[in-house]
């Protein structure tokens, strides 16, 4: 990145750069200033909240929702209503074999575990919801309070420009009645990482904006802070010469 001088205009050599202090030395007209960093910001219209999804806190932000997908339209409930239907029917037909002595006791048994995990399954995906919190460091998400086999996920920060809503390759490629999106986080080295997926995107619109919206908030914070270290820094070092005062780049 280059750096010019706002009084000359002149680019600033790396040597005479302070990352620590993120301040700069103009070797051309010997000005000091401070060096901002903005953030990309990422374009996104405003979108009004969903009713179902709850703002649980604003800051820090934490946000809360059931599947927000028509169960009929849900593939994993789907499966998971399949599953214990078949299961359970399997294992009821094996218990009055069983009964009459025509098969042993694990068979039934196996049967109806599997019967068991199916069931559950379909209560996470019914009763549970998603939890999205953010901190100054990092996203949490989990899925709660029944304990689910989704894990918890953390996705931190650090290096984060901005947030996006795409749609899914999947939906573009086949179409979908209802649109699906992922949220991904933009990094400054040009990386991206998934942060939640298949949302619709009402859904997907307003939970990036609203990370966004915090990103940017943040590295306001940041920059008031900067700009308050450096108000401290010039006002002890006012009496310094200026030749000493620019020993910080030597």
């Not at 995107?201 to 990036?208: K, L, P, R, S």
Request: hydrophobic share 40%.
């Amino acid at each position: 990145m280059a750096v010019h001088c706002p009084s000359c205009q002149r680019p600033v050599p790396a040597e005479q750069i302070n990352i620590q202090r993120m301040a700069a030395l103009c070797a051309a007209c010997g000005s000091v200033f401070e060096i901002v960093i903005p953030r990309a910001k990422a374009k996104r219209r405003k979108v009004e909240r969903p009713p179902a999804l709850r703002l649980l806190s604003d800051e820090p932000l934490h946000l809360a929702f059931r599947t927000n997908f028509r169960l009929d339209k849900n593939e994993n409930f789907q499966a998971s209503a399949s599953m214990g239907g078949v299961f359970s029917l399997v294992a009821l037909l094996m218990t009055g074999l069983y009964l009459e002595g025509d098969l042993p006791v694990f068979l039934p048994l196996i049967f109806a575990a599997l019967a068991c995990v199916a069931l559950y399954s379909l209560a996470t995906i019914v009763y549970n919801t998603t939890q999205i919190r953010l901190d100054s460091e990092a996203i949490h998400i989990a899925r709660g309070p029944l304990p689910s086999f989704t894990r918890p996920r953390q996705i931190s920060l650090e290096g984060v420009d901005s947030f996006s809503a795409d749609e899914t390759a999947a939906s573009q490629r086949e179409g979908y009645d209802t649109p699906r999106y992922h949220i991904r986080a933009h990094y400054a080295d040009g990386a991206r990482r998934l942060v939640i997926g298949d949302l619709t995107e009402d859904y997907a619109e307003y939970i990036a904006g609203q990370l966004n919206r915090r990103l940017r908030d943040e590295d306001e914070q940041i920059a008031q802070r900067l700009s308050d270290d450096w108000d401290d820094g010039r006002a002890e070092s006012a009496e310094e010469s200026r030749p000493d005062d620019k020993q910080i780049f030597a």
